[in-house]
């Protein structure tokens, strides 16, 4: 189950050459107009997975395209809530953004505007006209999740990203925070788990347990210090769940992740994990990009290394 894995405190040698900083969304819109920065083409983690295992039509390509009709409603609460989106890198193929801990990646049940929904506005407003907007959706991060999220802004890179997904060559890199260190300072976790859709929960089963999914995780403990321990997460496949439940396997949940056994909810209601880092190559260059969030400002990730994240992504 558990397999020696050595930590590396920040993303390997082409990662960092190939690291994108985030800008203010005006400074991205004037450089991305004069520079042209890609040629120009008109127009989650493993749930799309999931989906494309069971056979669901819509998620066959690993990415959804996600083009159902919007209401008047949702479009204004999208645009009321432009102001708080964090764009991290946007050309004509690609659009990454910062989520924030609470909303949700897509339309769900709740109602609540969603990143899909405001990122469309976003798109709208960045072309200076009104009408339907793709978005393919690349990955998708629970609601009380924040970091990186990238969409395909043309179905070319949807399915070329698709196929990256597929392959298994995209880099993903996620930190948690949890109230106690594990045993060993790093390793493996490759495990079996099923979803309950009931309960939207997931659980670690044996591997002949029908409905079970292999799950892989790399992990090591980045730092010790108030509020915990740091750790950081390398997901190798893309399961429902699938680090809120190594977390739990290693000894304990994460910060504010009572539906796996935290003690309590955070003031906020997020869950301390967050999307750091997601490479790719690009759709249509082929160059390898890398794109990184800092953690969120509060008093769960005031760990040095988390303060160094921030000032070296421009954020104080």
Not at 257 to 286: C, F, I, M, N, Q
Request: with cysteine; proline share 5%; hydrophobic share 35%.
């Amino acid at each position: 189950m558990l397999a020696n894995y050595y930590c590396g405190r920040q993303a390997d040698a082409r990662c960092r050459r190939a690291s994108v900083r985030a800008f203010p969304v005006d400074y991205q819109r004037t450089q991305l107009r004069n520079e042209g920065q890609m040629n120009s083409e008109s127009t989650e983690n493993g749930k799309q997975t999931e989906a494309r295992e069971k056979g669901d039509p819509k998620s066959s390509s690993g990415v959804s395209g996600q083009q159902s009709v919007e209401s008047e409603a949702s479009c204004t609460a999208a645009r009321e809530a432009l102001a708080g989106l964090r764009v991290v890198y946007s050309d004509n193929h690609l659009l990454v953004l910062d989520k924030s801990a609470g909303m949700p990646t897509v339309p769900d049940e709740s109602g609540d505007v969603s990143l899909l929904e405001v990122a469309k506005e976003w798109v709208r407003a960045d072309k200076g006209k009104p009408g339907r907007v793709f978005l393919g959706v690349v990955h998708r991060l629970d609601r009380p999740v924040s970091g990186i999220v990238v969409f395909a802004r043309t179905s070319k890179a949807a399915r070329r990203l698709s196929e990256q997904v597929r392959e298994q060559t995209v880099e993903k890199v996620y930190w948690g925070v949890v109230p106690e260190r594990p045993a060993t300072a790093g390793g493996t976790l490759d495990v079996w788990m099923r979803k309950d859709h009931r309960k939207n929960r997931s659980h670690i089963v044996g591997e002949g347990s029908g409905g079970a999914k292999r799950a892989v995780t790399e992990w090591c403990v980045l730092e010790d210090a108030y509020p915990g321990s740091l750790l950081e997460f390398r997901p190798k496949s893309g399961r429902s769940h699938q680090l809120r439940v190594a977390a739990r396997e290693l000894g304990a949940a994460l910060h504010g992740d009572v539906k796996y056994g935290a003690v309590e909810p955070l003031p906020d209601r997020s869950v301390a994990l967050h999307s750091r880092l997601y490479a790719l190559e690009h759709p249509t260059s082929g160059e390898r990009v890398c794109f990184k969030a800092p953690p969120p400002d509060s008093g769960w990730w005031e760990f040095p290394v988390c303060s160094t994240a921030r000032a070296e992504d421009g954020v104080a």
